[in-house]
């Protein structure tokens, strides 16, 4: 039987800090001692195989910007973009169940964001109680 989708994603970005590393690198590039400062308490060990993990699945691309000490700047692939719904979703859960954590909210007007699935084939939003959700 061929692995689920949700455990092929867990296998990639589904331990402690890759989310975390992840989000991290949606502004743009960053400096190994940036994102040290960014996703805190992440040991240096723990974020260099991170770093390194993510660049062997293809989310992260490391380039050079010093030779004496060698040293990389990380932007993410477009694979590594396309996580960006997935954690504003997880980012979203976490805040509706934490009463201190601050919900995410539209920049415009400030009204509280909603996630939703929508098929723009039948162009109408998909509910939980239909069954036409497939995988």
Same mark, same amino acid.
């Given at each position: 039987?061929?692995?689920?989708?949700?455990?092929?994603?867990?296998?990639?970005?589904? =331990?402690?800090?890759?989310?975390?590393?992840?989000?991290?690198?949606?502004?743009g590039?960053?400096?190994?001692?940036?994102?040290?400062?960014?996703?805190?308490?992440?040991?240096?060990?723990?974020?260099?195989?991170?770093?390194?993990?993510?660049?062997? =699945?293809?989310?992260?691309?490391?380039?050079?910007?010093?030779?004496?000490?060698?040293?990389?700047?990380?932007?993410?692939?477009?694979?590594?973009?396309?996580?960006?719904?997935?954690?504003?979703?997880?980012?979203?859960?976490?805040?509706?169940?934490?009463?201190?954590?601050?919900?995410?909210?539209?920049?415009?007007?400030?009204?509280?964001?909603?996630?939703?699935?929508?098929?723009?084939?039948?162009?109408?939003?998909?509910?939980? =109680?239909?069954?036409?959700?497939?995988f």
């Open positions: 039987m061929p692995e689920s989708p949700l455990h092929i994603a867990l296998s990639k970005v589904g =331990d402690r800090w890759t989310l975390l590393v992840i989000e991290a690198l949606l502004d590039a960053a400096r190994f001692g940036d994102l040290e400062g960014t996703v805190a308490g992440i040991a240096p060990n723990t974020l260099s195989s991170r770093l390194k993990a993510l660049e062997a =699945d293809g989310l992260v691309v490391a380039t050079p910007y010093s030779e004496r000490p060698l040293r990389y700047e990380y932007t993410l692939t477009a694979a590594g973009k396309d996580l960006a719904g997935a954690i504003r979703m997880l980012t979203a859960w976490g805040a509706e169940h934490n009463a201190d954590a601050e919900v995410p909210r539209h920049g415009l007007c400030g009204t509280p964001l909603e996630v939703r699935w929508y098929c723009p084939t039948c162009d109408r939003e998909a509910t939980e =109680d239909e069954e036409a959700w497939e």
